[in-house]
């Protein structure tokens, strides 16, 4: 991959991380030391639970934005009713 200066979104980011996870494990399959495997392994579970961890926070970012909606509306109902 090829990197670039422009900044990704974190879906975008997760979605390499499983592409980088996903070339590991084949890599691993392939390789004729289980030493080599072992490691490609371990690299592939290390972008596997990077992947995880950005969809994670992806889901929580998601969350605390319709929170912070709500608030936001209720707030505007509130202030409406005092407005009467």
Not at 48 to 71: F, K
Request: charged share 35%; hydrophobic share 35%.
């Amino acid at each position: 991959m090829g990197r670039s200066l422009k900044p990704i979104s974190p879906e975008e980011r997760a979605r390499r991380y499983r592409e980088l996870a996903d070339a590991a494990f084949l890599k691993a399959q392939y390789l004729k030391t289980s030493q080599g495997r072992a490691e490609y392994l371990s690299l592939a579970m290390a972008w596997h639970a990077l992947a995880q961890e950005m969809e994670s926070d992806i889901r929580s970012l998601a969350q605390l934005e319709a929170s912070q909606q709500r608030v936001r509306e209720a707030k505007n109902k509130e202030k409406d009713r005092n407005l009467r």
